[in-house]
């Protein structure tokens, strides 16, 4: 069973610094790798996906990686803005079989501080 | 991008009534949707899979005959959570995938319902 881990469960931060937010998940075989931002008590808004073939994705401030053999993604925020706060989930999609579902991390809790 | 809504966005009600949230795709056609379950600093655990026209698929664990989920068309579901209870106040929010769910597709979230039980 695949499990996602989130580390650190919070983070605060002043503005202007640069963070990374960190990602593992137990089951290699994955088809793809997602991060989504989630507002309180709001939806989630995808980030960046990775597919499993690829090793980053950039969007802005934003860059992700993967590294798919040891379980592990990290989400990079340069210059961070107050804007940023918010939790920052990870998903897996499996690949094979019933490779629609999504399992997710608990999230990262992260506030930018003025 | 296309759109995904959720009504309500907030609904409280007395333990034992029925509460039906709606999930709609505004500008697509969902041929899969999905629906969540979030507890406080906890993951999104997935309840159901649903085809439109077809039964929904259940997790392991999700009472099927106390949450009915009904994917009546391409651009609704409803998810009813019958004779609730204060165990099932969480917040609850609905996926819209088109396209081939075996293959990359979109995916798109609702903005979530807030279920409070007294």
């Known amino acids: 069973k695949q499990e996602v881990t989130q580390i650190p469960a919070a983070l605060s931060v002043p503005e202007g610094e640069n963070l990374v937010l960190n990602c593992s998940f137990t089951?290699?075989?994955?088809?793809?790798l997602q991060w989504f931002r989630q507002d309180p008590g709001k939806g989630l808004t995808s980030l960046l996906l990775?597919?499993?073939?690829?090793r980053e994705q950039t969007s802005g401030r934003l860059n992700a990686s993967l590294d798919k053999s040891s379980g592990r993604s990290t989400l990079y925020i340069a210059a961070s803005q107050p804007g940023d706060s918010a939790t920052y989930l990870c998903?897996?999609?499996?690949?094979?079989?019933?490779?629609?579902?999504?399992?997710f991390g608990k999230g990262t809790l992260l506030t930018v501080n003025p | 991008g296309a759109v995904v809504s959720q009504h309500p966005s907030r609904v409280i009600c007395k333990s034992g009534t029925s509460v039906k949230i709606e999930c709609r795709s505004l500008d697509f056609q969902a041929t899969t949707m999905f629906w969540y379950r979030q507890f406080p600093k906890q993951s999104l655990m997935l309840m159901a899979t649903s085809n439109e026209g077809s039964k929904a698929t259940y997790e392991q664990g999700v009472e099927k005959d106390k949450f009915l989920i009904n994917h009546a068309s391409l651009t609704l579901s409803t998810l009813t959570v019958t004779s609730a209870h204060p165990e099932d106040s969480s917040f609850y929010i609905c996926r819209a995938s088109r396209g081939d769910i075996n293959s990359y597709n979109e995916q798109f979230f609702g903005p979530g319902t807030r279920l409070t039980v007294l």
């Open positions: 998903a897996v999609r499996r690949s094979g079989g019933s490779n629609y579902k999504l399992t």
């Open positions: 089951d290699s075989a994955i088809y793809n």
């Open positions: 990775i597919q499993s073939s690829q």
